[in-house]
């Protein structure tokens, strides 16, 4: 008997697995007079998330076995946009299969060949789940997708001054950069400073007009900015920092969908069944990806730079395992493999850019010079530079530059190898028509518990002699520059580090009169964890330092050097403590020397963070203060605030020494701007060129709230009032909020944003509009013509009434609506509940309701 009962039960359990995942099966018992009420037709306000997006609310229709979207035509256009994985099917075809009743399904479920949903009435969220199949496989072509933008103005402004006041000057400082869009993909971007002491100096006012991956400017522009954007993969190290009034075209990666983190190698392997892919470097698990049948290609991103043999393992659902081992070269950077870099520029700079220009003398400096001849635009500029990157990760390029009546050639590599001491070597040489020429090596490996580097750069000016130390894009001066620097961990986790540099100028033509600068730094430390918030760190080391000049003009070769060596003990004590809201530490310091210059060195240093405090929950606070007491009886103090808030950055300080060289200072620096646009204008923090102006005047004044844009930056903003929140400009405006807990148990709302959906561009400002609901639970009892309303579905509370009319619903409210009727929906009638205030109760936040008498609506 127990035999054919186990078969039996088996059976049973087969045939129930072979049906398709459901919400429910037919044969749930339930009780009498709910079978209808059960199998209903339903509808609500759902937010619609695909794959981990939200894409807006809409009204849909459901029961047990499947949902209709009311308006399917705007889930089309939310999913097919730019920035969604590409699909195999066109916008008419996606149109029409969601225009059908879709397949629900529970969380478990899942579908193989049609769209499917699966409904979460806890949160009111609808997911819509699509197979596999209906997905384009990724290549080169997606990967090169430009987004979108619209044609919006836009003034973006920030800036940041600095006054200061010590002993000897106060200074007072101002610098700002503004940004003003005309048309989306065209702007005007000013970059200015002033000083006290220093003239107004403008490094850059252009017209910026950008299509594609091409960007022209026109105006005064920054030619370290050209290089550097629009030859990202190319290595620059001879060229100064110049301004120039001109034009220039070059390619830019700005505008292109998934952002560009530089180039690797791929790896691809075959998957004859699903199954999972390790992957590891040097015995350690770098990665693991799961992949169905065939053949695949591995995401590379958050694999470490550099050139390396990986081993693959892969796992099949069979059981089966297969190793192979492949070398890999990534490199990271603002640029990709396969297109080509380009930049062409053209115009004038001003000479009298490489000296300070005073109030006091700002025209000549030197007594034969000749105002007239110091023209702001003297010096002729032109260039014209190539780059590209293989898909081996190997970056070559070269260009040409006209600085006035010199001419000259450069070239740059960058290749990741696979050695045992090296995994990037690179290098980039300048050659000129007078016979000047430059050039770098260098070598790096980053492993684990080492790291290397090492670089020698020599740079040899062979023009004419008057030209010497003339300030130019490229510079006209004799020198070269060695630095060797490694660390690793030893055994018992101790850390040896070991620096070295050389550097040598010459003073004059043909390399005569040379000063020398050679420094050797040798450390050893330790930490030691005394508990959870107790460290302490122990410092070993050895500083030599060595400077020389050494006169070529004296027959003797007259040499003047001085040279230091010494060898340090430091001890830290390092104090933390966090809660949820701050944290603070105190570091101890004690510095023994063979020295006296660095004997006995005594400092404390303490740092308060402080994330929405009580008296101020939209704020963040840091407070430093420090004591030191060094050799010759000279003790230092100081003390320091900065309060973050939807005002900018503040900060204040002061900084004190006694002794026999006393000194004091004091200093104020305030960081913020304003942002206007999409009709609207703000003030408040601003650390890019674009950005979201957050409208909370509509949630409430008690309570504060937190705004994001994808990974940016977060801005705290109080209910009632307008902030700017800065993003990164070329960023998808897609905001979040979430409420700042503020002790008060029963002031939780449901956020919303609403906002442009499209790509902020430099200059940009979109307004976000911040809205909030509130749930209202209440529980009561119902009645119609003095008898209880069984079995009534109670509409906007999600729940039915008992056999004595009882209920328990929660309702989702504005926040400052309030429930004044219930409507109920019985035997396909519909009928209102009027509530008087006099059969309410309000307990932990939960309305009572005492009998309330229906009528037929």
Known sequence: ???????????????????????????VALPPGFEDIFSARQNGIFDIVYGEASIGS????????????????????????VDMPALTLSNAQLLKELSQPLRRISKQGFTHDKIAAWINESDATLHLIFPAS??????????????????????????????????????FTLASNDTLNL????????????????????????????????????????????????????????????????????????????PTEGASSPVTVYMPQAGTVEVYRNGRLIDLQQFPAGMQQLNTNSWPSGGYDVKLVLKLANGSREE?????????????????????????????????????????????????????????????????????????????????????????????VNFLLAERLYS??????????????????????????????????????????????????DFNYLQFSTSLFLPYNIGLSAIYSMNTLYQDYGRQDKTNYKTWDLSLNRDFTLNDNLNLRVDLGYHHGKNEYISSRDKNN????????????????????????????????????????????????????????????????????????????????????????????????VNKSYGNNSYRQYYLSQRSGFAVGDGDIAYGKMDNNAALIVDATDLPKDQYFEVRNRDASSVLVKGGQKTTLSVPAYQKVSPTIEQVYTGDTNAFYNLSTKSTSTW???????????????????????????????????????????????????????????LTTLSVKKDGRNYVCPLRDSNIKQTQGVMQIREVECEIE
């Open 183 to 258: 048309t989306g993909n065209s702007y005007i971007r000013s970059i200015w400073s002033y000083s006290d002491d220093i003239n107004f100096n403008l490094e850059e006012l252009a017209l910026y007009l950008e299509h594609g991956n091409n960007r022209f400017k026109g105006g005064r522009q920054r030619l370290g900015d050209n290089f550097t954007y629009s030859t990202p993969s190319l290595t620059y190290s001879f060229f100064n920092p110049v301004s120039f009034d001109g034009v220039s075209l070059g390619y830019m990666t700005d505008n292109y969908l998934r």
């Open 134 to 171: 209906l997905f384009k496989e990724p290549n080169a072509a997606n990967d090169r997708t430009y987004i979108l933008h619209k044609s919006k103005p836009g003034f973006v402004h920030s800036h940041n001054l600095n006054f200061l006041s010590d002993s000897y000057n106060d200074s």
């Open 58 to 81: 809409l009204s849909i229709e459901y029961d047990r076995t499947s949902v209709s979207l009311s308006s399917p035509q705007t889930v089309v256009e939310q999913i097919t946009a």
């Open 324 to 416: 192979k081992i492949q070398p890999f070269f990534k490199r990271n950077g603002m640029f990709r493999s396969g297109d080509l870099e380009y930049s062409f520029q053209l115009g004038r700079y001003d000479q009298r850019q490489g000296h300070l220009r005073s109030k006091e003398d700002y025209r000549c400096f030197s007594s034969d010079c000749d105002p007239r001849s110091q023209r702001v635009d003297n010096n002729n500029l032109a260039s014209a530079t190539l780059g590209y990157t293989t898909q081996s990760a190997i970056s070559l390029g070269g260009g040409a530059l006209l600085d006035d009546n010199h001419l000259y050639y450069n070239a740059s590599i960058d290749i990741p």
């Open 558 to 653: 007259a040499r003047n050097e001085n040279t230091d060596n010494r060898v340090f003990a430091q001890f830290t004590l390092g104090m933390r403590e966090r809660s949820y809201n701050h944290y603070q530490s105190l570091y101890l310091r004690s510095k023994l020397s063979d020295k006296g210059a660095d004997d006995n060195i005594y400092t404390a240093d303490y740092a308060l963070d402080l994330e929405n405090p009580e008296f101020d929950r939209g704020g963040k606070y840091s407070v430093n203060a420090s004591l030191g007491n060094g050799p010759d009886y000279q003790t230092t103090s100081g003390l320091g605030a900065t309060v973050d808030n939807r005002l900018g950055y503040t900060s204040v300080g």
């Open 428 to 477: 980039d040489t300048l050659l000129g028509n007078d016979g000047s020429y430059g050039y770098q090596l260098g070598v790096s490996k980053s492993l684990y518990n080492m790291g290397f580097n090492l670089s020698y750069r020599d740079n040899r000016y062979k023009g004419e002699e008057r030209d010497y130390r003339r300030f130019g894009v490229v510079s006209a001066y």
């Open 760 to 818: 902020a561009m430099p200059g940009q400002a979109y307004s976000v509009k911040v809205s909030a609901t509130k749930n209202q639970t209440v529980t009561g009892r119902i009645y119609y013509q003095g008898a209880p309303m069984a079995n009534a579905r109670v509409v906007g509370g999600n729940t039915l009434t008992d056999e004595e009319g009882l209920f328990v619903g929660d309702f989702t409210l504005g926040i400052e609506s309030k």
């Open 1 to 27: 008997m127990n035999s054919k009962f186990a078969f039996s039960a088996i059976c049973l359990g087969c045939a129930i697995s072979m049906e398709p995942s459901s919400v429910g099966a037919s044969g």
